[in-house]
C-alpha cells in the first residue's frame, strides 16, 4: 500500500488499470479507494475486521482491496464460483463484517449472510464497451451499491493508521485436495513477494501486465496486482478468462509481461487466429499455478515463439518460491521427464526430505519443503493444520521434488497423486506428458483407479484439440511406446473439458471420484 501511495504522489495521471475501454488512472484508484474506505469506517468497521471479496478481474476488486487496507480491514478472497453450501462454511470461518460480491452471488449470500452488509457491483460498471462475450447480459438490473459508495465523501483523517499487518491477507487455498484452508499472509510477506517479483521479472513503470490469472488466486493477487501497485505498472483486466477477448486484450494493449497455468496457455495456443505476432510485445512469459509439461513449453515456443518460462509457488507462500533465469535453458530430468521449476528465488531456502525428514540425494526425490520471508504465518483458527503444515521452521509443501547438481528444482507430483500398480510407482506428470506429445491431445490427467488385482490402474481423462482425432487404443499404443507397460493406461475416458480450480490447476481428485 506504501509503495501504491508514493506512485500516486509522483505519477497520479499514469494508469494504473485497463478495463475494456476504461482507463483509470493511479489518483483515480486512490480516490477511489479512500472513499471505499471512508464508508467503511462511517459504517461502523474497525481494524481488523474482515471483508469477504467475492469478484472477477474487475476493477472494483483493486479498489476494494485497497480500501479495505486503508480502513484496517483484512481483506478475504474466494472464488465467485462458489455456490451457497461453500460460502455458508467460508462465512462461518472467516466471520467477516461486509461482503461485496456480482449481484449473481446476491441469493447464495442472502441465505448464509445474517445480518452482514452485502454490497453488490456488475462486471460492467467501469466501462462502455458491453462485449457480450465477457460482459454478462443477463446481470440483474438494479443500483449498483458499490458504485455509489465511490462518488461519496471521503474520510478526512489519515486512513494509513489504520492499516493492518497481520494478517494483510486471507486467502483459502484452492483446494486441490477439497478441503481449503484460510492462509493467513501478511503486509511483508506481500512487500517482499513484490520486490523479488520486481527484480526478477525486470517490471517498472512503463511495464503492462497482462492478467489472466484470477485477482482472487495468489497468483493474480501477488503477481498481477500487487506488482503492478508496486511499480507503478498498468494492469490489464478483462473481467473473466476467455481466450478470443484476452487475445483482443494483447492486441489492443500490447502487454510485456504475463503469468497464467498452463491451461490457460493452451487456451490461447488453440485460438484460430492466434500468431507468433500477437506476442511481440511480451518482454517474459511465465507460468504459475502447476508445472508444466516439457511438451506443452516446446509446443508454446514453436507455435508462438516465446519461451515459457517455470516457476513454483503456493497460497501459503505468497505465490514463487522458485522461477526459471530469464536467459537459462530450462532442463528436464532425465530420470522423471520433468521440467525443471526454476531455483529458489533471493532469501528462500529449500530442501528435498524423505519420508523421515532426513535430506535426500541429488536427484533422489523427496518432499519438497521451504522456508523464507514469504512464508504464511498459519492457517486461519487452524492451529493443528498450522502445525503439520510449518513443522520446524519449514513450510511443507506436499511435493515431491527433486533437486540437480546445477541447484535446479524438479516437481515430480504430488504425494497424494501417486498411483501405487502391483507395487510399481506411478508419477501421473510423467504418463501426462507423453500423452501431452501426440498431436491430438489438448489436455491430459492421469489417475488411479481401484483395482482389486493390483490395487490400482492406470487410467488417463484427456481433451482432444479442435479438429483432431484420435481413438483410444491408437493413445493407448502411443504411450506404450515410449513408457514401461505399467505406467500405460488401462483405459482413455475422452472428456470436453477437464475439471479444474479457479487457478488452473486439473483436479486429479474429482476424476478420481469418478473412478470410485
Given amino acids: ?294 511438451s506443452l513449453a516446446t509446443r508454446f515456443e514453436e507455435e508462438l515463439g516465446h519461451r515459457l518460462h517455470t516457476s513454483f509457488g503456493m497460497t501459503e507462500t505468497t505465490a514463487q518460491t522458485h522461477l526459471a533465469p530469464f536467459e537459462a535453458d530450462i532442463p528436464v530430468d532425465p530420470e522423471t521427464g520433468a521440467l525443471a521449476i526454476g531455483v529458489p528465488v533471493c532469501g528462500v531456502d529449500a530442501r528435498i526430505v524423505d519420508k523421515d525428514g532426513k535430506p535426500c540425494g541429488l536427484r533422489e526425490p523427496g518432499e519438497l519443503l521451504v522456508r523464507g520471508p514469504q512464508v504464511m504465518t498459519g492457517y486461519w483458527r487452524k492451529p493443528e493444520e498450522t502445525a503439520e503444515t510449518l513443522a520446524d521452521g519449514w513450510m511443507h509443501t506436499g511435493d515431491i521434488g527433486l533437486m540437480d547438481e546445477a541447484g535446479w528444482f524438479y516437481l515430480v507430483d504430488r504425494k497424494k497423486n501417486m498411483i501405487s500398480a502391483s507395487g510399481f510407482k506411478v508419477w501421473p506428470r510423467e504418463v501426462e506428458d507423453v500423452l501431452y506429445r501426440h498431436e491430438a491431445v489438448r489436455e491430459a490427467a492421469i489417475v488411479g483407479a481401484p483395482d482389486e488385482y493390483r490395487g490400482e490402474t492406470v487410467h488417463a481423462f484427456v481433451s482432444l484439440r479442435a479438429g483432431q482425432a484420435v481413438t483410444e487404443a491408437a493413445l493407448i499404443a502411443f504411450v506404450r511406446e515410449r513408457l514401461a507397460a505399467y505406467k500405460c493406461p488401462r483405459k482413455i475416458h475422452f472428456v470436453d473439458e477437464l475439471p479444474k480450480t479457479p487457478s488452473g490447476k486439473i483436479m486429479h481428485y474429482q476424476l478420481a471420484d469418478r473412478l470410485k
Fill in 1 to 294: 500500500l506504501q509503495a501504491f501511495l508514493a506512485h500516486c504522489e509522483v505519477g497520479g495521471e499514469a494508469i494504473a488499470i485497463r478495463y475494456f475501454d476504461r482507463l483509470i488512472s493511479y489518483g483515480e484508484l486512490d480516490e477511489m479507494s479512500s472513499h471505499f474506505a471512508a464508508w467503511l469506517i462511517r459504517s461502523g468497521a474497525v481494524q481488523g475486521d474482515r471483508i469477504f471479496i467475492l469478484l472477477q478481474n474487475v476493477p472494483q476488486f483493486a479498489i476494494a482491496a485497497l480500501g479495505a487496507w486503508k480502513a484496517g480491514l483484512i481483506p478475504v478472497l474466494g472464488n465467485p464460483m462458489y455456490r451457497q453450501d461453500e460460502l455458508g462454511k467460508l462465512m462461518a470461518d472467516c466471520e467477516p463484517s461486509v461482503i461485496l460480491c456480482h449481484p449473481s452471488q446476491r441469493p447464495a449470500f442472502e441465505a448464509v449472510a445474517g445480518e452482514r452488509t452485502i454490497l453488490t457491483t456488475t462486471a460492467g460498471a467501469m466501462q462502455s464497451r458491453g462485449d457480450p462475450r465477457s460482459i454478462p447480459a443477463d446481470e440483474p438490473d438494479e443500483t449498483d451499491a458499490f458504485m455509489a459508495i465511490l462518488g461519496t465523501q471521503a474520510h478526512e483523517g489519515s486512513l494509513c493508521e489504520r492499516i493492518t499487518s497481520d494478517p494483510a491477507l486471507l486467502l483459502y487455498t484452492s483446494g486441490t485436495t477439497g478441503v481449503p484452508k484460510g492462509a493467513m499472509l501478511t503486509a511483508s510477506n506481500l512487500s517482499y513477494n513484490a520486490a523479488v517479483a520486481r527484480r526478477w521479472f525486470a517490471v517498472d513503470g512503463d511495464a503492462r501486465l497482462l492478467s489472466i490469472a484470477p485477482l482472487f488466486h495468489i497468483t493474480g493477487f501477488s503477481l498481477n496486482l500487487c506488482l503492478a501497485l508496486s511499480t507503478g505498472a498498468s494492469l490489464i483486466l478483462t473481467h473473466r478468462f476467455r481466450p478470443d477477448v484476452v487475445m483482443d486484450a494483447i492486441r489492443e494493449w500490447k502487454p510485456t509481461f504475463t503469468v497464467g497455468a498452463s491451461t490457460a496457455f493452451i487456451a490461447l495456443m488453440n485460438e484460430p487466429s492466434v500468431s507468433p505476432a500477437d506476442f511481440d510485445s511480451f518482454h517474459s512469459i511465465y507460468s504459475g499455478g502447476a508445472p508444466i509439461s516439457p
